[in-house]
């Protein structure tokens, strides 16, 4: 699979977890669908921290903007907090991930097959051997999150999607 499919993937990848929160709002995002499982708000924030790292290690120059409370929305701490002061409301984590997703496709359009076989960063190894591996983990990692966001969009009563 080469740089051009895997930016398709990635841009995929984000539609369909975008289309998820179309119907959500703000409150919506901080319910749990059974007691000590995440809410929307936590995994949001974390899935937008897990592609954060990603596109730094592959594209050290991408420069993503995030709130000042950012780092500490995404903590094991925070997962257990149903304060929505402590995370960014759905738009602010929908546009970050949009501009993480922006600046991994711009760095493939800039990527070779070869680079895509380069080694992953060292803390990834065992689970995204090579750049190319790194970059999918993101649309299967969000995919993972997605299915639980469907249970939350049953319990909200909300359509379901896919």
């Known amino acids: 699979m080469g740089?051009?499919?895997i930016a398709k993937m990635i841009e995929r990848g984000t539609q369909m977890l975008q289309k998820h929160f179309v119907d959500?709002?703000?409150?919506?995002?901080?319910?749990?669908?059974?007691?000590?499982?995440?809410?929307?708000a936590w995994q949001m924030a974390h899935l937008a921290n897990s592609q954060i790292m990603a596109t730094k290690a592959v594209a050290p120059e991408a420069v993503i903007s995030v709130p000042a409370n950012f780092a500490e929305s995404h903590t094991k701490?925070?997962?257990?907090s149903d304060d929505p002061a402590r995370f960014p409301n759905k738009?602010?984590?929908?546009?970050?991930?949009?501009?993480?997703?922006?600046?991994q496709v711009s760095a493939l359009k800039k990527m070779t097959n070869e680079d895509l076989a380069k080694p992953g960063p060292e803390k990834a190894r065992g689970y995204a051997d090579t750049i190319g591996q790194l970059l999918l983990m993101g649309p299967m990692h969000s995919a993972m999150?997605?299915?639980q966001i469907q249970v939350i969009r049953r319990?909200?009563?909300?359509?379901?999607?896919?």
């Open 77 to 80: 701490e925070a997962a257990a």
């Open 24 to 40: 959500f709002s703000d409150a919506d995002m901080l319910v749990r669908p059974v007691p000590n499982a995440n809410h929307a």
């Open 91 to 103: 738009a602010t984590v929908l546009k970050i991930l949009e501009d993480v997703k922006n600046a």
């Open 3 to 5: 740089p051009d499919e």
């Open 145 to 147: 999150h997605a299915g």
């Open 155 to 162: 319990k909200l009563g909300k359509p379901v999607l896919f």
